[in-house]
């Protein structure tokens, strides 16, 4: 705290003598690239400013651009797909902590997750989604919260996307990391930062170029957090160290990333079932936490990455990537809390786990880029491969009774957990060859994009003992094809079917052909849009959107399971980003989602499933977000934030005999910058959920999850 207040003291007296960056009307939107590209646009990083082809556009937010898997980089407003993206500048303003807090700007997205608990779910479109890609490959990024110093972008596709990402079995979409590349003149920036209840954090970022064309690079990232969070018992205790390198020749590009992250967490947030037969008792207070430190989660996660391209001709590049990741986790605690009672009584079990988790992944390729006639073609081929490795073991043991309401310390009752012994091993590959041709004519106001990948998904499991239970593997085609057009060049219309290819299920116990392996299942969708773009890169974006994935389903009569189910998800996408006024910046949208259960089981034998027609569990009809900035101008330097969240109710059962109540969130903030001794410093404050709102957020797949409390954020970075 008082590194914070010497902070901003610094800042007040700094003002009236030092010049500080303002805004005219000309200087641009609030959405801006990202990331450098040395073959299209012209893209520098001036302390909080981003200049794209020579516009200046400060305190870019929502990217412009965005990696589109084997297709590469690409314009927003040039992609046939639904996209969107988040900078590091959104970062650092809204002094994000992980993942959950930049895709909480996203109204296609909400966190399906507790917000304290140890790892982070979302889901995309009525989705579930748990991959997050790094650099466009799987099996890298930590599964449970990565952080994120060292990322400069994160880009989420929306809808299936195996065509594009290949490995990724991802329905709803994909969320990948951009890594930052040391920039030209040096980066030097230390933020030290303040999250109530008591907790300290520190984010260091350096990096420079040299060479005689700055050929060279090397960029280095450290964050520390520790302390007691919002969340009573809870404290978190992290630190990542991230290194990437990179050379960029004439002809010849190579990056190197490597990153280590260690993580511990006491006394972690669980999500709730609820037995039938009553009403969803009410949230409880978001500070409140029916765990305490008895429980303990560790996690380690390393990767490394190296990537080249080589350009063989000046149209034809060859490109090659190949990284791997070792991961160790441990948890000791409280597990999967059921209520049980309208009071809000709960049976907790209590449960000791061990995962290792190894992954190897690589890619391959050429693209080449020519004409026939007027058609301009860019083809890309490429070879990906996937192999993830883990083991694991669990025990289960007393399971104690507790009341969300009114928590007690388990730590009297939980006294040991014995580390158990290996209960499984786990053996997955996926392979797959993919090309993909986008055509265009006139001066690319017209492009076809199609495509097919032939994917090989492959699992093979083990006891303890190393005896075989299940072998699996089988291979299928996924194509896919869009079409974008521009009537006007600041217009986009596109549209696009493609498929997102998932590992097939197997027949439950207890069914008449129990342990059968299905054939891999195929999630299909179809998209129309429109894009608008304002300015040098504020825009409008609109999808509708109809996505059907295949589901298990059980005979009643034959016992016989097979994946004749279905669910059909239909959606309306709106999303706005730019600046509207001089020095008023939006960034917001709202979505409509049609989930329902369209093929379910017919247990009553009428000839319809019993189900058909019902809603999803945990898919909102509504979700909206509204985001704003405003430079006062009567104090150039300050900034006044705002931020609205709204989810409305969700099903809880799939017979739709429950509900959880719409929830909306309001987070405040300021921000203010000036320029001392020639360099940046700017001090940030926020209170998210200022109302201190107690909901339910989510309830997909009938597990509560919990909100986060009233929550104050406070950092002074300074760059040197």
């Given at each position: 705290?008082?590194?914070?207040?010497?902070?901003?003291?610094?800042?007040?007296?700094?003002?009236?003598?030092?010049?500080?960056?303002?805004?005219?009307?000309?200087?641009?939107?609030?959405?801006?690239?990202?990331?450098?590209?040395?073959?299209?646009?012209?893209?520098?990083?001036?302390?909080?400013?981003?200049?794209?082809?020579?516009?200046?556009?400060?305190?870019?937010?929502?990217a412009s651009k965005a990696q589109i898997g084997v297709l590469g980089d690409s314009e927003v407003f040039n992609t046939p797909f639904s996209t969107s993206g988040y900078t590091d500048q959104l970062i650092r303003d809204q002094q994000a902590r992980s993942l959950a807090d930049v895709l909480a700007n996203d109204p296609s997205v909400r966190q399906a997750t507790s917000r304290y608990a140890e790892s982070e779910v979302f889901v995309i479109r009525g989705f579930q989604v748990y991959t997050t890609l790094f650099n466009g490959l799987p099996g890298l990024v930590d599964s449970r919260q990565p952080f994120l110093d060292g990322v400069e972008r994160i880009d989420v596709f929306k809808g299936p996307s195996?065509?594009?990402?290949?490995?990724?079995?991802?329905?709803?979409?994909?969320?990948?990391?951009?890594?930052?590349?040391?920039?030209?003149?040096?980066?030097?920036?230390?933020?030290?930062?303040?999250?109530?209840?008591?907790?300290?954090?520190?984010?260091?970022?350096?990096?420079?170029?040299?060479?005689?064309?700055?050929?060279?690079?090397?960029?280095?990232?450290?964050?520390?957090?520790?302390?007691?969070?919002?969340?009573?018992?809870?404290?978190?205790?992290?630190?990542?160290?991230?290194?990437?390198?990179?050379?960029?020749?004439?002809?010849?590009?190579?990056?190197?990333d490597a990153s280590y992250q260690d993580r511990r967490l006491l006394a972690e947030l669980s999500g709730f079932s609820v037995l039938p037969g009553f009403g969803i008792p009410r949230a409880p207070d978001l500070d409140r936490n029916i765990f305490d430190r008895s429980s303990s989660y560790r996690k380690r996660n390393g990767i490394g990455l190296v990537s080249a391209e080589y350009d063989v001709a000046d149209r034809i590049t060859v490109f090659a990537a190949g990284g791997y990741q070792h991961s160790n986790e441990r948890y000791s605690g409280p597990y999967s809390p059921t209520i049980t009672t309208p009071d809000g009584t709960t049976?907790?079990?209590?449960?000791?786990?061990?995962?290792?988790?190894?992954?190897?992944?690589?890619?391959?390729?050429?693209?080449?880029?020519?004409?026939?006639?007027p058609v301009s073609h860019a083809i890309t081929v490429s070879a990906e491969s996937y192999l993830d490795r883990y083991y694991g073991g669990y025990a289960v043991f007393d399971?104690?009774?507790?009341?969300?309401?009114?928590?007690?310390?388990?730590?009297?009752?939980?006294?040991?957990?014995?580390?158990?012994?290996?209960?499984?091993?786990?053996?997955?590959?996926?392979?797959?060859v993919v090309i993909a041709d986008a055509a265009s004519i006139h001066d690319g106001r017209v492009t076809l994009i199609a495509g097919v990948r032939r994917v090989t998904i492959g699992s093979t499991n083990r006891d303890p003992a190393g005896a075989i239970n299940s072998d699996y593997r089988q291979s299928r085609y996924t194509p896919a094809v869009a079409l974008l057009v521009k009537p006007l060049p600041r217009l986009t219309l596109y549209g696009n079917y493609i498929q997102?290819?998932?590992?097939?299920?197997?027949?439950?116990?207890?069914?008449?052909?129990?342990?059968?392996?299905?054939?891999?299942?195929?999630?299909?969708?179809?998209?129309?849009?429109?894009?608008?773009?304002?300015?040098?890169?504020?825009?409008?974006?609109?999808?509708?959107?109809?996505?059907?994935?295949?589901?298990?389903?059980?005979?009643?009569?034959?016992?016989?399971?097979?994946?004749?189910?279905?669910?059909?998800?239909?959606?309306?996408?709106?999303?706005?980003?730019?600046?509207?006024?001089?020095?008023?910046?939006?960034?917001?949208?709202?979505?409509?989602?049609?989930?329902?259960?369209?093929?379910?089981?017919?247990?009553?034998?009428?000839?319809?499933?019993?189900?058909?027609?019902?809603?999803?569990?945990?898919?909102?009809?509504?979700?909206?977000?509204?985001?704003?900035?405003?430079?006062?101008?009567?104090?150039?330097?300050?900034?006044?934030?705002?931020?609205?969240?709204?989810?409305?109710r969700q099903y809880v059962d799939p017979d739709e005999s429950r509900t959880i109540p719409g929830w909306t969130r309001y987070d405040v903030g300021v921000r203010y910058t000036a320029i001392v001794a020639g360099k940046p410093l700017a001090f940030r404050a926020t209170v998210e959920n200022v109302t201190d709102h107690n909901y339910w957020s989510s309830s997909i797949g009938s597990t509560l999850a919990l909100g986060a409390p009233r929550t104050v954020l406070l950092s002074v970075t300074r760059d040197f």
């Amino acid at each position: 705290m008082k590194v914070l207040i010497e902070g901003l003291a610094v800042l007040l007296a700094a003002h009236a003598a030092a010049p500080v960056k303002t805004r005219s009307p000309a200087e641009g939107s609030s959405a801006g690239s990202a990331k450098d590209d040395a073959q299209s646009s012209r893209h520098e990083q001036i302390g909080d400013d981003i200049i794209v082809n020579g516009e200046r556009i400060k305190g870019a937010q929502a990217a412009s651009k965005a990696q589109i898997g084997v297709l590469g980089d690409s314009e927003v407003f040039n992609t046939p797909f639904s996209t969107s993206g988040y900078t590091d500048q959104l970062i650092r303003d809204q002094q994000a902590r992980s993942l959950a807090d930049v895709l909480a700007n996203d109204p296609s997205v909400r966190q399906a997750t507790s917000r304290y608990a140890e790892s982070e779910v979302f889901v995309i479109r009525g989705f579930q989604v748990y991959t997050t890609l790094f650099n466009g490959l799987p099996g890298l990024v930590d599964s449970r919260q990565p952080f994120l110093d060292g990322v400069e972008r994160i880009d989420v596709f929306k809808g299936p996307s195996t065509l594009v990402n290949g490995a990724s079995q991802e329905v709803g979409g994909t969320v990948n990391f951009v890594p930052k590349r040391a920039e030209s003149g040096g980066t030097r920036r230390a933020t030290i930062g303040y999250i109530g209840d008591a907790q300290g954090e520190a984010h260091f970022d350096v990096g420079r170029r040299w060479g005689s064309n700055d050929q060279w690079g090397l960029r280095g990232n450290v964050g520390l957090r520790y302390g007691d969070t919002p969340v009573d018992n809870q404290l978190d205790r992290a630190g990542i160290g991230v290194v990437a390198f990179d050379y960029r020749g004439d002809r010849l590009r190579v990056s190197v990333d490597a990153s280590y992250q260690d993580r511990r967490l006491l006394a972690e947030l669980s999500g709730f079932s609820v037995l039938p037969g009553f009403g969803i008792p009410r949230a409880p207070d978001l500070d409140r936490n029916i765990f305490d430190r008895s429980s303990s989660y560790r996690k380690r996660n390393g990767i490394g990455l190296v990537s080249a391209e080589y350009d063989v001709a000046d149209r034809i590049t060859v490109f090659a990537a190949g990284g791997y990741q070792h991961s160790n986790e441990r948890y000791s605690g409280p597990y999967s809390p059921t209520i049980t009672t309208p009071d809000g009584t709960t049976d907790v079990s209590t449960v000791p786990y061990v995962l290792t988790d190894n992954s190897y992944v690589g890619r391959v390729g050429i693209r080449a880029a020519f004409e026939t006639g007027p058609v301009s073609h860019a083809i890309t081929v490429s070879a990906e491969s996937y192999l993830d490795r883990y083991y694991g073991g669990y025990a289960v043991f007393d399971t104690l009774t507790r009341n969300i309401y009114n928590p007690r310390p388990l730590a009297q009752e939980v006294l040991a957990y014995p580390n158990p012994e290996t209960a499984y091993r786990q053996r997955s590959l996926t392979k797959s060859v993919v090309i993909a041709d986008a055509a265009s004519i006139h001066d690319g106001r017209v492009t076809l994009i199609a495509g097919v990948r032939r994917v090989t998904i492959g699992s093979t499991n083990r006891d303890p003992a190393g005896a075989i239970n299940s072998d699996y593997r089988q291979s299928r085609y996924t194509p896919a094809v869009a079409l974008l057009v521009k009537p006007l060049p600041r217009l986009t219309l596109y549209g696009n079917y493609i498929q997102a290819l998932q590992l097939g299920a197997t027949a439950p116990v207890g069914t008449a052909n129990a342990n059968e392996v299905f054939p891999p299942t195929l999630a299909k969708q179809y998209e129309l849009g429109a894009k608008y773009k304002i300015g040098a890169a504020a825009g409008v974006t609109f999808a509708a959107y109809n996505i059907t994935q295949p589901s298990g389903i059980t005979d009643p009569v034959t016992r016989i399971f097979s994946v004749d189910g279905a669910q059909r998800n239909r959606g309306l996408e709106l999303s706005a980003f730019g600046e509207v006024a001089a020095g008023l910046r939006l960034l917001g949208g709202a979505s409509l989602i049609d989930a329902v259960q369209t093929r379910t089981e017919d247990a009553d034998g009428d000839g319809r499933g019993d189900l058909d027609g019902n809603k999803a569990t945990g898919v909102p009809d509504w979700q909206a977000n509204f985001g704003g900035e405003w430079d006062v101008r009567s104090l150039p330097g300050l900034t006044l934030t705002g931020r609205m969240l709204y989810t409305s109710r969700q099903y809880v059962d799939p017979d739709e005999s429950r509900t959880i109540p719409g929830w909306t969130r309001y987070d405040v903030g300021v921000r203010y910058t000036a320029i001392v001794a020639g360099k940046p410093l700017a001090f940030r404050a926020t209170v998210e959920n200022v109302t201190d709102h107690n909901y339910w957020s989510s309830s997909i797949g009938s597990t509560l999850a919990l909100g986060a409390p009233r929550t104050v954020l406070l950092s002074v970075t300074r760059d040197f």
